[in-house]
């Protein structure tokens, strides 16, 4: 595989745009090698619905679209990074027992720390903000082809 590989998607915020994201995201990964029926896929497509639902309920019509970016570095790091033009950082909710939502950022901290991943937010030129999470690249191995013998 190549050194480094990305991939990158804008979409209006809205919420058909979730399950958008969420479906460009697995298909990448899949051309990439990871197969869609893995539990790191299952993880990823967690951690990328938080995140564009993020970015469609909490930027209050304020950001018109969202960026979804993916990178993937040596075979060892995969980025994922969702990008809005609202100025407004995530905030931690106090926790409820009735909220129902809310919730988001704390599911995606929490899985990408399992993962012995890290969590990120910073602030783009334009004054929105990038949500990005790095994950160790862990894809299951692919059998080897035997090579047939020949009988003599």
């Known amino acids: ?9 804008t979409l209006p915020s809205d919420p058909a745009s979730v399950s958008a994201a969420r479906a460009y ?9 990871l ?9 990823v497509r967690l951690i990328i619905s938080e995140l564009a639902t993020n970015a469609v309920q909490h ?7 969202f960026t979804v970016d993916l990178a993937l570095d040596r075979d060892e790091h995969l980025r994922i990074g969702v990008t809005d033009s609202h100025p407004r950082f995530p905030r931690r909710l106090p926790a409820a027992v009735q909220q129902d939502n809310g919730r988001g950022l704390v599911i995606i901290r929490w899985l990408t ?8 937010i ?23 082809p035997v090579a047939r013998r020949q009988e003599p």
């Open 25 to 33: 995201v697995v298909d990448t990964l899949a051309e990439w090698g």
């Open 113 to 120: 720390a399992e993962c012995g991943g890290r969590l990120r």
């Open 122 to 144: 910073r602030p783009t030129r334009e004054g929105g903000k990038t949500i990005s999470v790095e994950l160790p690249w862990t894809v299951p191995a692919q059998p080897v």
């Open 59 to 65: 930027t209050f019509g304020q950001s018109p679209t």
């Open 35 to 43: 197969p869609a029926d893995t539990e790191v896929s299952d993880t």
């Open 1 to 9: 595989m190549a050194d480094h590989l990305e991939a990158s998607v």
